[in-house]
């Protein structure tokens, strides 16, 4: 899959995601229907981009990272066959303080309310990322961080 | 005034010296300047000479078949675009040119000088773009990669390209700037839009920035300037994963 195509799963993938989670309140049956987050605040995933490959070479973030992909579990032991919930880019541009052009930032954080449509309320979650390089080729996954739905 | 016919001492053609890419296939027609009258007396001090210009593709010159290269003219040539005049490739045309004096008394037509339109060069092919990398096999050591770019199919002006063949040279380089000295051939020429290669066969060392490039070439020879590159670190291994995960709470935007 080229760059560019690729770059169009994932902000649709992700839309998938905001629309779903626009959609809550409709009825009982699980799913994210019964979480309502706190208002004026949402809870967001960060981390910190990898800087070496892994085998341990330098790697220039902003050149060699494609997009991220995001896992769920209620356990934390993910495996290669989780299939991510989401997908997003690992930069975007923004406009440079002479407004004039833009500049490639890296993504670092995610707002986790977009994966309520894969939750259930009352349940711990274990989120991990996985980052996937302009090739194609995937890093580990990420750490597990637990992730509470009270 | 004196006579009402005029001499032409001759007419030639020859293509002037401009690039293809800044004029396309420019021409110019030039002939020598009228200054006498067919019996060889001098036009008159302060008579106005001007000159009109036609192609046709009938050797006779007929009045109906004659198509305006410049309708009035005061220097001796006239700067023209064959495509643009409508001349189709290899299909003779005839140009004359006639003099106008004064207020409006012409000459007869000049002899026809008979000339081969070249066939119509557009100019370069577009460079490729969209060049991408993906491993498809992990086999060898450093694995075996495939490259791909997109399918050229229109000129750098835009204009589709037809009846041509659209063949691909690829390269790499570990010099950013994409010199030309530094480039090494991973495929000379190919009419496929993707390749595949062992980076370590290709001379390519772990952990090594490399950048790929490509250039389109028609099978008329012209060729595309070198692609935008894509930057590549020769791995087997892909990125290292992200770490120090954590949630934060954000106000809502």
Known sequence: MNRSSLRLTVSLITLIGIIFSGCGGGGGGGGSSAVSPPSGSVTALEWDPPRVAADGTPMDSRRDLDYYEFYLRTDQNFTENDQPVAQVAAFYDVLSPNGKSFVRDLTKEFTLDNLLPFTEQGKRYYVSIRAVGVDGLKSGFMVPVPWDLS | ?253
């Open chain 2, 1 to 253: 005034m004196k006579a009402k016919n005029f001499f032409f001492v001759g007419i030639l053609l020859f293509a002037f010296g401009l690039t293809r890419a800044a004029l396309g296939e420019t021409r110019q027609l030039a002939w020598s300047a009228v200054t006498t009258y067919t019996d060889g007396s001098p036009i008159e001090a302060g008579q106005t000479v001007s000159y009109k210009a036609y192609w046709t593709q009938d050797p006779w010159l007929d009045a109906e078949t004659l198509r305006p290269l410049v309708s009035s003219t005061a220097v001796t040539s006239a700067t023209f675009d064959p495509a643009a005049e409508g001349m189709v490739g290899y299909q003779a045309v005839y140009f004359t040119v006639k003099t106008v004096v004064g207020t409006g008394t012409e000459s007869t037509l000049s002899a026809a000088l008979p000339w081969n339109p070249p066939a119509v060069i557009p100019g370069a092919p577009s460079a490729p773009a969209d060049l991408g990398i993906t491993r498809i096999a992990t086999s060898t050591s450093s694995g075996t990669w495939q490259l791909s770019w997109g399918p050229v199919t229109t000129y750098a002006n835009g204009t589709p390209i037809q009846g041509k063949t659209v063949r691909y040279a690829i390269f790499w380089t570990a010099d950013a700037g994409l010199s030309t000295a530094s480039l090494s051939p991973l495929a000379s020429s190919t009419t496929q839009t993707s390749l595949t290669f062992d980076p370590a066969a290709s001379g390519m060392t772990g952990g090594q920035r490399v950048y790929f490039a490509a250039k389109s070439v028609l099978d008329t020879g012209e060729e595309s300037a070198l692609s935008a590159s894509l930057s590549w670190s020769v791995s087997n291994k892909g990125p290292g994963a992200p770490s120090n995960g954590r949630m934060v709470r954000k106000n809502k935007k």
